[in-house]
């Protein structure tokens, strides 16, 4: 094996030049005991401080912002892996996670919080911890060493085992806790106990409780396996003082979280006896891998990516793709019998380096718009300066002072309807006042033009409906005019058809006995009314008898069917329309006349009305 020494990545030109990319790095533990005993080979190669090789005969070499060998130890894994940059990028209002990813007994909790022994009272020192211990020891110094800036420091601890969200810090409070979803904190989980930190023993005293209720089993490759996600979240909420007013502070709310994953196994290696806790790491490892896939395909990047599948993508949205600075620490066994589990390892964060997220510090956005407001106001200062500059305004003349110099000269352009006469050769300054008093004078007529065309619209909008109003008016009186003049017509249809016309007088009567008429057509006769001056026909009522004689004589007849016409006796027909109908077609008319004069006199007192307007 060629062993090389660890590269630092704490520097910014080393990291990313974009700085938005998932920073990865790997770290590779020593050879246990049990696996000497068993004889397994070394299969790690390092080829340079950047690139690792699984020697299988067939891989490719894997690429990563750092590569540490097992001869590094916890202090220079802390101030090379590029840890101390997200510290900073916290304390300044960014969102940043670290998060430990590799198959079970390759060293994850040990590289997160330092090895089991330190919380179980077995022994351990300060020079066995683990990136949170030193993390925080590192923010307490550059709190307490820094006036410029006041820092609180708040922390919550939680594990997800078999898709359930536990507080560690509270282990008593339910079954599970709810993770919600909003649009100004994402995804977060509800009622989370919490507890600020002012002290590095503060921090010591949270983990031991966390370790203490944590789901811990017996694996093949580790006697203290980690059986549950754990994430340690940890709220920094800045005050500073602001670099434009030095009588301003901003707040900020930074966010650092630790997360030591569950290891990926095989189901035949798992803990002994719970089959479905092997089954729920598997299942939410491969949600996150599922999302690692999606974000790191340039196609699939701007789709739907499944954060909803498991709780644990959930929790790592802001992290993977996000709002959050992400460093991601691939834990690797050199060991032969696990050689597939690093290969697949290292596979899963080569993906995860293509990764891309858009940090943005995270600020109150009441405050966010007070910065910018009060930056207008410097930059107009500025602004105004420089005119004042330019135009020679004398400095003991006061922005009140012009103020009242323009009043009074306005209130003189009022008084006089003169144009205003700009100086030939006065200076720049009274000339810009005499535009000054311009615009004002156009202002107001301006306002005063817009406020006239306003009145005019809205008496327009009266003329039209009133407009509207007596066309519809006027659509209904000749509409009832017409259906007068139908019925009308109909009922005189209806007189003619039962009238036949007169018999001439000329026409000699017939003389033959079987052309008589009837009883039944003697009967009728014309009556003259004398009041009207009308002729009225009234028939007389026969009786069944006589109607059925009348129709056998008329069967039996032999003349034609004129003839029978002519021996019919004659029926006058009126020359005068019924009384009735006249008089209602009088009445009609003259109310039809009597509502168009009052129409043609409405409309024209509205148009004079919009003429004068």
Not at 171 to 196: A, C, I, M, Q, Y
Not at 283 to 304: E, F, P, Q, T, V
Request: aromatic share 6%; charged share 25%.
């Amino acid at each position: 094996m060629v062993r090389s020494s660890f590269a630092s990545i704490d520097t910014e030109e080393s990291i990313n030049d974009s700085n938005d990319n998932v920073t990865v790095c790997v770290r590779v533990r020593k050879l246990l005991r049990q696996e000497k005993n068993r004889n397994d080979k070394n299969v790690v190669e390092h080829l340079s401080p950047n690139a690792i090789l699984i020697d299988n005969g067939s891989s490719n070499p894997f690429t990563f912002n750092a590569v540490f060998d097992e001869g590094c130890d916890q202090a220079d894994f802390f101030s090379s892996c590029g840890v101390t940059r997200l510290l900073d990028k916290a304390l300044d209002g960014f969102a940043c996670t670290v998060f430990a990813y590799g198959p079970t007994g390759s060293g994850k909790t040990h590289t997160i919080t330092g090895p089991y022994t330190l919380f179980n009272g077995t022994g351990g020192d300060s020079t066995q911890y683990g990136l949170i211990q030193r993390s925080f020891q590192y923010l307490f110094d550059r709190i307490n060493s820094s006036n410029a800036f006041n820092c609180v420091l708040r922390v919550s601890y939680l594990e997800v085992y078999n898709e359930k969200v536990k507080d560690l810090l509270n282990p008593s409070t339910r079954d599970s806790l709810k993770v919600r979803w909003t649009r100004n904190k994402g995804f977060h989980v509800e009622n989370l106990f919490t507890v600020e930190c002012e002290t590095i023993e503060d921090i010591l005293i949270i983990l031991e409780e966390g370790v203490r209720h944590r789901q811990m089993g017996v694996s093949n490759s580790n006697e203290h396996s980690s059986r549950s996600h754990c994430l340690l979240l940890t709220e920094i909420m800045i005050e500073t003082v602001s670099r434009e007013d030095q009588t301003m502070y901003l707040h900020k709310n930074g966010m650092l979280t630790f997360v030591d994953l569950a290891g990926s196994e095989k189901l035949h290696q798992g803990s002994e006896g719970n089959l479905a806790e092997t089954t729920n790491i598997n299942k939410s490892l491969l949600a996150l891998g599922n999302c690692i896939s999606c974000l790191s395909d340039s196609h699939k990047r701007n789709g739907h990516i499944p954060y909803r599948e498991s709780k644990l993508t959930q929790l790592l949205a802001d992290s993977l793709g996000g709002n959050g600075i992400t460093l991601m620490i691939a834990c690797v066994s050199p060991s032969s019998f696990a050689m597939t589990e690093s290969l697949n390892t290292l596979r899963y964060a080569n993906r995860a380096k293509k990764i891309k997220n858009k940090p943005f510090v995270i600020v109150d956005p009441n405050e966010k718009e007070i910065v910018a407001l009060r930056r207008e106001v410097a930059a107009l200062r500025g602004e105004n300066q420089y005119l004042r500059t330019q135009l020679n305004v004398p400095k003991e003349q006061t922005f009140t002072e012009l103020a009242k110099k323009s009043a009074k000269l306005r209130k003189s352009k009022e008084e006089t309807t003169a144009p205003v006469e700009f100086p030939e050769d006065g200076s720049l300054y009274e000339m810009v006042q005499a535009y000054m008093i311009e615009n004002e004078s156009l202002r107001k007529d301006t306002a005063e033009l817009g406020h006239w065309k306003e009145k005019l619209s809205r008496q327009y909008q009266e003329v039209s409906q009133e407009n509207h109003r007596l066309q519809r008016k006027l659509d209904e009186m000749e509409a009832l005019v017409s259906q007068a003049l139908s019925s009308s017509n109909n009922k005189l249809q209806v007189n003619n058809h039962h009238t036949p016309p007169a018999k001439p007088n000329n026409l000699p009567p017939l003389t033959s006995p079987r052309s008589q008429p009837s009883n039944s057509f003697k009967s009728n006769t014309l009556n003259s009314n004398p009041v009207n001056g009308t002729t009225e026909r009234v028939r007389k009522k026969s009786s069944p008898v006589q109607i059925n004689e009348n129709i056998g004589l008329q069967k039996s007849h032999s003349v034609p069917t004129v003839t029978d016409e002519r021996k019919k006796p004659a029926r006058k027909t009126s020359q005068h329309r019924p009384s009735l109908d006249s008089n209602y077609l009088t009445e009609i008319n003259e109310k039809l006349l009597k509502d168009i004069k009052n129409l043609d006199t409405e409309i024209q007192q509205y148009q004079k009305k919009v003429k004068s307007t």
